[in-house]
């Protein structure tokens, strides 16, 4: 009876079935040869389109426009019966046509640029088989994979062990970074919550990211207690006014916590001094973390990795490959020289369904 029930449900489903050029638009029938059709068409798109007229610097960047003409033009109704593979072809086309080429030559807008055509097939196979990378089990090839990477950033840092994380961006990297430096300090906060915490003062360049105040804002540390040290002519942190806003952070009765060096800064490429200013968090018991989102890939050339001396006394550091190393957005990766502590501060519970 059960095998009679589901052939019925089956024929009741093709029946209500919404066919366009042929193709089975709705239900949970899946027309698998013309999905297989569409996914080598889209290919072939991205090779001509992308791949190939898009790193030509006699092509356009972008085909500009305003936002209500590319609405038209993308025509972004979502439709209740669904569109053909051809319409969905021109979605593609359009999608491709009118945004921004990021590898191309000309584009000069971000931290990064350029085509690295190994980089793009990886990502082809990762968004192929979507791997959820939680255990072993589930991921074997991309766990052991994303450990070895991981394992080298660490080893071009100079630490003899650590551990790291990938994240969604260098400015979650941030934020990770100072919920360790928080819970290396106030470990209780972990469990008892912000109600017993005393004043944190966290110290960074005039020149840091925006992040440092949204990880303060996010994290209950409060936007006002991120105290900014004057840089100099190049945009470098002056240590000695580090050694000074310590001072004033301890005159106030607050309890300083953290010091963020920034090694690339957004505007201008300053690198802090890595040495003196990690000289201060050792004499004040000051977690040092490293935000080289952007600079920490100098650390594998011979000529520039001098641009960092210091970066193996950082408890913690920020490093987004896809930047200088062309690795696609978002690659970005948060170090940590102590191998337990991602596991004992920031991790989550256990669950039997992991």
Avoid at 251 to 256: F, Q, R, S, T
Wanted: charged fraction near 25%; include cysteine.
């Amino acid at each position: 009876m059960e095998a009679d029930s589901n052939t019925q449900e089956t024929r009741n489903m093709k029946k209500n079935a919404v066919l366009v050029d042929g193709v089975v638009l709705n239900g949970p029938i899946i027309d698998s040869h013309a999905g297989e059709k569409f996914v080598d068409e889209v290919y072939r798109m991205l090779m001509n389109e992308v791949i190939q007229k898009a790193t030509d610097v006699s092509e356009k960047v972008c085909e500009w426009q305003e936002p209500e003409q590319l609405k038209k033009i993308l025509d972004l109704n979502l439709k209740e019966n669904g569109e053909s593979h051809q319409k969905l072809l021109q979605l593609c086309r359009n999608a491709i046509k009118y945004s921004v080429k990021t590898s191309h030559p000309r584009f000069f807008n971000q931290l990064y640029a350029g085509m690295d055509h190994y980089s793009l097939a990886a990502r082809f196979i990762t968004e192929a088989l979507n791997p959820s990378v939680y255990t072993y089990e589930v991921s074997p090839a991309f766990i052991l994979i994303e450990e070895a990477v991981l394992m080298k950033m660490i080893e071009f840092l100079g630490w003899k062990e650590g551990d790291g994380i990938f994240s969604p961006g260098g400015s979650v990297s941030n934020m990770y970074a100072v919920n360790l430096a928080r819970y290396n300090h106030c470990p209780d906060i972990k469990e008892k919550g912000l109600s017993q915490a005393p004043r944190l003062v966290m110290f960074t360049s005039e020149e840091c990211h925006y992040s440092m105040k949204k990880a303060a804002a996010f994290l209950g540390i409060g936007t006002h207690n991120v105290y900014f040290v004057k840089t100099d002519d190049r945009g470098k942190m002056i240590p000695q006014e580090l050694e000074k806003q310590v001072e004033r952070a301890n005159e106030e009765g607050a309890v300083p916590f953290l010091v963020i060096a920034t090694s690339g800064t957004t505007v201008v490429g300053a690198f802090d001094p890595l040495d003196e200013i990690a000289d201060i968090c050792k004499k004040h018991n000051l977690w040092l973390h490293v935000d080289a989102s952007w600079g920490g890939s100098a650390l594998l050339s011979r000529k520039y990795r001098k641009l960092l001396h210091g970066i193996h006394r950082a408890n913690s550091v920020a490093w987004n490959p896809h930047k200088m190393l062309m690795a696609g957005i978002q690659c970005c990766a948060l170090l940590v020289k102590d191998k337990n502590m991602l596991m004992k501060y920031s991790s989550g519970y256990w669950t039997s369904f992991l």
